[in-house]
């Protein structure tokens, strides 16, 4: 799926100052999003909130250690 860069910051708070030029960005449907949400926010890492999204999913993002943005999603 294609998405525009401002929106894509909007969404992202932690990509808002990122130069972001050609890049992929991890987009996983996972199940049981609560519950890796809450261990994965417990690890202390750039997280947003979890939410529903206007597309019909649950979903949040995270940055990886290495500054990969990664999406984790769950139809709602």
Same mark, same amino acid.
């Given at each position: 799926?294609?998405?525009?860069? &401002? !929106?894509?910051?909007? @969404? ?8 972001? +030029? ?6 996983? @449907?996972? &199940?049981?999003?609560? @519950? ?15 939410? !529903?999204?206007?597309? +019909? ?6 940055? &990886? ?5 990664? +999406? ?5």
């Amino acid at each position: 799926a294609f998405q525009r860069l &401002d !929106t894509f910051q909007n @969404d992202i708070h932690f990509a808002k100052n990122q130069p972001i +030029g050609a890049s992929v960005s991890f987009y996983m @449907d996972v &199940d049981n999003i609560e @519950d890796l949400y809450n261990r994965l926010k417990s690890e202390n890492l750039e997280i947003t909130e979890l939410k !529903t999204a206007w597309y +019909g999913v649950l979903e949040f993002y995270l940055k &990886d250690l290495n500054g990969y943005i990664l +999406g984790f999603a769950q139809p709602a």
